[in-house]
């Protein structure tokens, strides 16, 4: 499938661990995170002749007063994870490589700390707190509700990708952001990850 480049993205070099290709995600402002590679499945196929369940459309986190569409992220052609533009900074998107959130599997939604433009979409994921509630509808307006775990800052460098892309047999959800100080070149260091299971 032909992705259209992130014009945002900076300088990645793939790695090979776990048996997963992984690849920095970048964008200053955005969820660096490393992925699994197109082909690394995290969620159960469907079985032949099951309908489709619906692509994930809105996110809304009543406590941090986040409500936003999502927009489908795939991956670039280098191998780094799509991310919302810069001018849509306040949107946030959901990683069509892994599961439909409330199905089986590791859904994941990325969004902007900030960008050039100002503070964006995940700026006070921050302050999310455990048991939170995180609400993911589809284009039909069906709801699923996710009840925060726990949250993790982690490096860039040492990024969990197994932990929040790998196959999981739970209804699980990820929001992933950039955290931390600063590089020389401007870049966040890390990345603030928030861990949620489904009611």
Known sequence: MSLTPNPFRRAAVALTAAGLLLAPLA?????????????AASHTPRAAGTPKAPAPARLTVPSLGIDSALMRLGLNEDGTVEVPPA???????????GAV????????????NDTRFGK?????????????????????????????T???????????????????????????TCD????????????????????
Not at 27 to 39: Q, R
Not at 101 to 112: K, S, T
Not at 124 to 147: K, N, Q
Request: with cysteine; glycine share 16%; charged share 20%.
């Open 27 to 39: 964008g200053c402002g955005a969820a660096d995170a490393p992925a699994p590679s197109a082909g």
């Open 180 to 199: 931390g100080a600063f590089d020389a070149d401007g870049h966040p260091v890390d990345n603030l990850i928030v861990y949620a299971t489904l009611r």
């Open 150 to 176: 726990g949250t993790e800052t982690v490096s860039k460098k040492t990024f969990p990708t197994e932990k929040v892309y790998g196959a999981t047999g739970e209804h699980v959800l990820r929001l992933v």
């Open 120 to 148: 964006a979409v995940f700026h006070d994921l921050h302050s999310i707190a455990e048991g939170a509630d995180i609400v993911v509808a589809d284009g039909t307006g069906e709801e699923s509700h996710f009840t925060v």
């Open 87 to 97: 001018e849509k900074g306040m949107t946030a998107g959901w990683y069509a490589g």
């Open 101 to 112: 959130p409330g199905e089986q599997g590791a859904a994941v939604l990325i969004g902007h």
